[in-house]
């Protein structure tokens, strides 16, 4: 049963940081490119950042650039999103994704994507 479970999510002020956690499970983990999406209410769901099946490579939306860093461990199965310098805006459900090992201008995609986690809440108050 392929499961992507997402943790870390909660409530901080703005500035502060969060540290979300990915574990995934029932497939080949590391053979797939791993992304972060978010939706706020009343808003379309929107790329995050992606990191490819190695971890050599990663995406990142230009509104998180520079404040948030992806990344991976294959052997772990498990992915993470370290957001530093959170901002109001930032407030979001927060997915874990994967996608098959396409090319990386493909990631921003979340069409492409096959494998979803339930998302986890981030609130960052001001």
């Known amino acids: 049963q392929v499961r992507l479970v997402e943790s870390g999510g909660g409530v901080v002020q703005a500035g502060g940081s969060l540290r979300l956690s990915c574990a995934a499970s029932?497939?080949?983990?590391?053979?797939?490119?791993v992304g972060w999406f978010r939706q706020a209410p009343g808003k379309e769901r929107e790329f995050v950042a992606a990191i490819n099946w190695s971890g050599k490579s990663t995406y990142y939306a230009d509104s998180v650039k520079g404040r948030f860093d992806i990344s991976r461990d294959n052997g772990g199965n498990t992915a993470a999103l370290q957001m530093n310098s959170l901002k109001p805006e930032d407030t979001a459900v927060y997915f874990c994704?994967?996608?098959?090992?396409?090319?990386?201008?493909?990631?921003?995609?979340?069409?492409?994507?096959?494998?979803w986690g339930q998302g986890t809440q981030v609130t960052v108050s001001s």
């Open positions: 029932g497939f080949p983990f590391s053979s797939r490119g």
């Open positions: 994704a994967a996608i098959p090992n396409y090319d990386g201008k493909y990631y921003s995609r979340d069409d492409l994507y096959d494998y």
